[in-house]
């Protein structure tokens, strides 16, 4: 029997739930800190031998037990539905998830925690920053650099050679036309800076 531990027994780890059983982990354990039936990370952090995949949604919960989870010296691994379409250039973190009909094109680059939602288009040479959350169905052109934390709502598109910043907030149908900075909210068709966002 093939085990794996999902951290976040939520709806988005369902979802990852499923994506584990269609990559052949046929024991899935989840793991959530909240007050319900599942362990928490201090019940099974003595354990070995089993790897962890996050079904955390939040960026920035994601990433702190992200290092809660390396620090304590489980294996992290990565779920990529069997229906995505990976080039073989492009390069995949520890931790992500990639969800089913993604496609990820020549020399691209994804990073650590990153969730790349259903039926997403990461297009040629795009780098896609740590923890950082591609809504379904949105589509990035080439060359499209991602800053971490940052969160593109569903239905987004981004022409080429666009830089998005770090802890970014896209709103969902956007249209980016133009660089947006870190810590912004924005949104529209063509999406506009419309606030900060305190960190």
């Not at 040629?124 to 052109?141: G, Q, R, Y």
């Amino acid at each position: 029997m093939k085990s794996i531990y999902i951290y976040g027994a939520s709806g988005h780890g369902l979802v990852v739930a499923d994506i584990a059983r269609a990559c052949g982990y046929d024991n899935v354990i989840f793991v959530d800190d909240g007050v319900n039936e599942y362990p928490s990370f201090e019940d099974i952090k003595r354990t070995s031998g089993i790897p962890v995949a996050f079904g955390i949604g939040s960026n920035s919960i994601r990433a702190k037990l992200y290092e809660r989870v390396q620090n304590s010296g489980f294996e992290i691994i990565s779920l990529i539905h069997p229906s995505s379409v990976i080039s073989p250039s492009a390069t995949i973190g520890k931790g992500t998830v990639v969800m089913p009909n993604v496609v990820v094109n020549a020399k691209a680059t994804i990073g650590d925690g990153v969730i790349l939602n259903s039926s997403c288009v990461v297009e040629h040479e795009c780098i896609i920053d740590d923890f950082v959350h591609i809504s379904p169905n949105v589509a990035l052109a080439g060359d499209v650099k991602v800053g971490k934390y940052t969160h593109i709502g569903i239905g987004s598109n981004v022409i080429q050679g666009i830089i998005i910043g770090e802890d970014t907030l896209i709103g969902a149908g956007s249209t980016v036309v133009k660089n947006i900075g870190d810590l912004k909210k924005a949104y529209g068709n063509p999406c506009r800076e419309i606030g900060d966002i305190d960190r």
